[in-house]
């Protein structure tokens, strides 16, 4: 019969910036894409942003993948359901390790935001479980919620962010059930989540989130 091992090694992650972290800077925006993008495809959703107020910083997930054959561009993804703990260790390890790197927190007058689309959704829920970071604004596009982790211990936390979920109403992925439950489970915690509904699909509405810019954050 075959043994299964584990060894952990070194993987170079890639991330993507847009504009300048300074003493200046009034946002710090740490953005995580979906399965099957790419961090400098991403990253380009935020350029509208004004480079002298807001910091962006996009990692890429690790796992690259050619998502319909080997002609095509490769893409990313965070996780799969295969020996998905580890790679749930894998990426939080390496968040970490760029939250460092770049100091991101360092400003303390800075607005810290963490913005996860689709996967990055529970991507990012995994990695607050974890280690609870600085944060202000939680924005969740078109993702799902995990339901297999524990939060009790994040209570406070939560209760203290300020969080927006954005959902299209012709999604293909989170129908509107799904989000229901979803949505129920993080109510139960402490987390309360204004909800935007808007028209269209699984993607990043631009004009949805230059909206919620102008009117949530001072410019």
């Known amino acids: 019969m075959a043994a299964h091992y584990k060894i952990r090694t070194e993987k170079t992650g ?19 894409h979906g399965y099957g ?27 690259r993948f050619y998502f319909e054959g080997v002609n095509e561009k490769p893409v990313a993804s965070w996780m799969t359901k295969e020996d998905r703990l580890d790679e749930i260790a894998d990426y939080v390890i390496y968040l970490e390790l760029l939250r460092q790197k770049v100091g991101w927190e360092r400003n303390a007058n800075a607005k810290i935001i963490y913005f996860g689309f689709s996967q990055g959704v529970t991507t990012i829920f995994r990695w607050i479980q974890n280690v609870a970071p600085r944060l202000d604004y939680l924005l969740l596009w078109a993702g799902g919620f995990p339901d297999d982790i524990l939060f009790e211990h994040r209570r406070a936390y939560l209760k203290q962010l300020t969080c927006h979920y954005f ?24 987390l309360d989540i204004q909800v935007t509904h808007y028209k269209g699909d699984h993607r990043v509405d631009p004009d949805i989130l230059s909206k919620w810019v102008n009117e949530n954050l001072q410019a």
């Not at 299209?168 to 139960?188: C, S, T």
């Open 14 to 32: 890639h991330y993507f910036t847009h504009g300048s972290l300074t003493d200046t800077t009034r946002y710090v925006w740490v953005c995580l």
């Open 167 to 190: 959902l299209g109403d012709a999604d293909p992925y989170i129908k509107p059930g799904m989000f229901v439950d979803h949505k129920n489970l993080i109510d139960g915690l402490g």
């Open 37 to 63: 993008q790419l961090g400098k495809y991403f990253v380009q959703r935020f350029e509208f942003l004004d480079p002298a107020l807001h910091y962006v910083v996009v990692p890429e997930a690790l796992n």
